[in-house]
């Protein structure tokens, strides 16, 4: 272990750029350039410890040594670059790049109120992620894990109206008071459990578990199964695992650029490593497996099992519930909810080729998600259409757009060549090494990724493969069983009114509904509208209201409203919720530069590209060479080779010796 202050610098790269935008809040190209800037250097710092982490060597910066000071004996707010620790945050660090140059474009293209502060929130969000990442114990992830929560809640509320706040208090519900008591509790009892062995306490993690607490768990077996399901619930809030997810669908009120990087890499990534950090660095796999739960009926069974039927159980019930939801963002919503729990399920399978397999699903996630997340904001930028029942043909209004959103849906099903099939094949593998009960696991992965066809698919088919006058429901979407053949809305003369996707009414409906926040306590204030001869409502509201024109072409959002096939404002507080569909005359085609502004068609190329790079080569992208580091660290072995063809049990005694 060396002493290094680049593990600080890391994190207060951030600090020092929160600071220089708000000061340069009247020159937005000077303001933006700094998070550019210091997104740069926060990459080009961790990058800096990458070679010699993976060489072994761990960096760290402790308060105590620096200052003398110590929250409580034992305990030191301390930080430490380890390789579970750099694979986070080069993560976070490389897609903030991309997503600085993305959010210009969006908040720009849309002439969004309050940018200096959504940027300089955005700074410290990437501040409290790279020190959970570092964090070096309990007390200094947790310090981190509820900075993160407060900090972000200026962008979930960022819009101001009463959707945002609603979202914006049920986050910090969820996740400051619900998820931060639930990890302090758990904190409490592990700082108890090691003081009782020697009397020296220690939340000092360590790679295959805490040898002290291991101790102590054997002379109070309960108290250390309690202190571990308090702590994997505490991070399973920003993990949405069931049912402490719905903050998450909810949060997608928030601007495209926050729902990307810190609803698909930063905050709920968080959750997910807290777990990684729990079960490989707390407790450690050794131990989990030792101290089983006696269940009247059924006998005992490790503490790792009702942590992967919950995960399970997540992701086949958000990815039913993704299939149901017209809102595309709401559907992605659904989507990370699913993706997340492979993350945790993979790791409470303890066995290392499905641990791989989780780990590498961090990056794959984060490459496709954001890469969805990031399609899904252009779309909404240059055409305001944000329902999939509005898309059929958009395909050629912007073919890049959802190409690479096509490329984002196959990684997450896990389809061959995305970086999405490498993380669940190992899975696959790993719950096969473990048989018995495992393999009902195994079967939730393969019927999940059935699943997420089932629910991608749709919105793929519906933007390249039907046109805008003729498009049909998809019994996937539809009810009662079979579908329904015609078009969504109200159709001509005589047609009858259609149920919609998310079990509501029709789009042609959908400015008398509840809004899509889903709370009962957000009311819509629909616009005036009339009908025009399409069967589809407009919202009479001056054309000025659609001057979002990002790039040399003019916006859909451009056309006068009366010839738009669909044009409703959900919510009627704010422009930026106006949702479209295509003009009367159909989607203009467009040249895939054309299509948008290259601020935003860049990082959507460049984040595709990766998602694909990672699942062709994934020896040679870095992740996957340092995530059989880590589970090597984790069994105590010089190579994974050593790992391959093992059971669990025999993986253990290894770990063992």
């Known amino acids: 272990?060396?002493?290094?202050?680049?593990?600080?610098?890391?994190?207060?790269?951030?600090?020092?750029?929160?600071?220089?935008?708000?000061?340069?809040?009247?020159?937005?190209?000077?303001?933006?350039?700094?998070?550019v800037l210091a997104a740069l250097g926060k990459f080009g710092i961790v990058a800096s410890m990458l070679p010699a982490v993976m060489s072994g060597t761990v960096y760290r910066w402790s308060l105590y040594e620096s200052t003398g000071i110590r929250f409580l004996p034992g305990v030191d707010f301390a930080l430490r670059a380890d390789p579970l620790g750099i694979l986070f945050a080069l993560l976070a660090s490389?897609?903030?790049?991309?997503?600085?140059?993305?959010?210009?474009?969006?908040?720009?293209?849309?002439?969004?109120?309050?940018?200096?502060?959504?940027?300089?929130?955005?700074?410290?969000?990437?501040?409290?992620a790279?020190?959970?990442?570092?964090?070096?114990?309990?007390?200094?992830?947790?310090?981190?894990?509820?900075?993160?929560?407060?900090?972000?809640?200026?962008?979930?509320?960022?819009?101001?109206?009463?959707?945002?706040r609603i979202a914006g208090r049920k986050y910090l519900t969820?996740?400051?008071?619900?998820?931060?008591?639930?990890?302090?509790?758990?904190?409490?009892?592990?700082?108890?459990?090691?003081?009782?062995?020697?009397?020296?306490?220690?939340?000092?993690?360590?790679?295959?578990?805490?040898?002290?607490?291991?101790?102590?768990?054997?002379?109070?077996?309960?108290?250390?199964?309690?202190?571990?399901?308090?702590?994997?619930?505490?991070?399973?809030v920003k993990a949405a695992l069931m049912p402490l997810h719905s903050w998450l669908a909810d949060a997608m009120v928030a601007p495209t650029p926050v729902s990307g990087l810190l609803h698909a890499v930063a905050v709920v990534k968080s959750g997910a490593f807290g777990i990684a950090r729990i079960i490989l660095d707390v407790y450690g796999p050794g131990l989990i497996h030792d101290l089983p739960l006696d269940v009247p009926g059924i006998g005992e069974v490790g503490l790792n099992i009702p942590v992967a039927i919950v995960a399970a159980f997540t992701l086949t019930a958000a990815s039913i519930i993704a299939m149901r939801k017209d809102h595309l963002k709401r559907r992605l919503a659904y989507s990370t909810t699913a993706q997340l729990s492979y993350i945790v399920l993979g790791l409470s399978m303890l066995h290392p080729y499905a641990?791989?397999?989780?780990?590498?699903?961090?990056?794959?996630?984060?490459?496709?998600?954001?890469?969805?997340?990031?399609?899904?904001?252009?779309?909404?930028?240059?055409?305001?259409?944000?329902?999939?029942?509005?898309?059929?043909?958009?395909g050629k209004r912007m073919p890049l757009t959802m190409?690479?959103?096509?490329?984002?849906?196959?990684?997450?099903?896990?389809?061959?060549?995305?970086?999405?099939?490498?993380?669940?094949?190992?899975?696959?593998?790993?719950?096969?090494?473990?048989?018995?009960?495992?393999?009902?696991f195994a079967g939730t992965l393969l019927l999940s990724g059935v699943l997420n066809i089932a629910y991608f698919w749709p919105v793929v088919y519906t933007a390249f493969f039907e046109s805008e006058d003729r498009h049909d429901a998809k019994p996937v979407l539809e009810f009662p069983r079979g579908g329904i053949f015609e078009s969504y809305g109200a159709g001509a003369e005589g047609q009858k009114e259609h149920v919609a996707a998310d079990g509501g009414s029709s789009s042609a409906d959908r400015s008398g509904s509840e809004s899509e926040s889903e709370s009962d306590a957000a009311e819509s204030n629909p616009a005036p509208a009339e009908t025009n001869n399409s069967g589809a409502t407009d919202v009479d509201v001056e054309d000025d209201d659609y001057d979002y024109a990002v790039d040399r072409y003019p916006s859909d959002a451009d056309v006068p409203v009366g010839d738009h096939v669909s044009a409703v404002d959900h919510h009627g507080d704010h422009d930026d919720h106006l949702t479209g569909g295509p003009p009367a005359g159909g989607w203009p085609r467009h040249s895939p530069i054309g299509e948008s502004t290259w601020l935003m068609l860049a990082p959507i190329a460049i984040i595709a590209t990766g998602a694909v790079v990672l699942g062709v080569?994934?020896?040679?992208?870095?992740?996957?060479?340092?995530?059989?580091?880590?589970?090597?660290?984790v069994f105590g072995v010089d190579s994974f080779d050593q790992l391959q063809g093992l059971s669990l049990e025999e993986a253990l005694e290894v770990m063992s010796e």
């Open 1 to 35: 272990m060396v002493a290094d202050l680049r593990p600080l610098a890391a994190v207060l790269v951030s600090v020092v750029a929160i600071v220089l935008i708000v000061v340069s809040h009247r020159r937005p190209n000077l303001r933006e350039g700094w998070s």
């Open 94 to 128: 490389f897609l903030w790049i991309f997503t600085s140059f993305y959010a210009a474009g969006y908040m720009r293209g849309l002439e969004e109120h309050a940018q200096t502060r959504f940027f300089a929130s955005f700074a410290a969000s990437l501040s409290a």
């Open 130 to 164: 790279v020190g959970i990442a570092f964090a070096a114990n309990l007390v200094t992830i947790f310090v981190f894990y509820e900075l993160l929560s407060l900090v972000t809640y200026p962008l979930v509320a960022h819009n101001e109206d009463n959707e945002a």
């Open 174 to 236: 969820y996740t400051f008071f619900g998820g931060g008591v639930f990890l302090l509790a758990g904190t409490v009892m592990v700082y108890w459990l090691t003081a009782s062995v020697n009397g020296d306490p220690t939340l000092a993690f360590e790679s295959g578990g805490m040898e002290a607490l291991a101790t102590a768990a054997q002379a109070e077996p309960g108290f250390a199964q309690a202190a571990f399901f308090l702590l994997i619930a505490g991070f399973g």
């Open 355 to 394: 641990m791989v397999g989780a780990l590498f699903h961090i990056p794959a996630h984060a490459f496709a998600k954001l890469t969805l997340f990031f399609c899904a904001g252009t779309i909404h930028v240059e055409t305001h259409t944000d329902y999939i029942s509005d898309m059929a043909g958009i």
């Open 403 to 440: 190409g690479a959103f096509t490329i984002g849906a196959a990684g997450m099903a896990g389809l061959p060549p995305i970086a999405g099939f490498v993380s669940k094949f190992y899975m696959l593998i790993g719950s096969g090494y473990m048989g018995g009960e495992y393999w009902i």
């Open 617 to 633: 080569v994934p020896d040679h992208a870095v992740f996957l060479d340092l995530i059989t580091h880590i589970v090597e660290g």
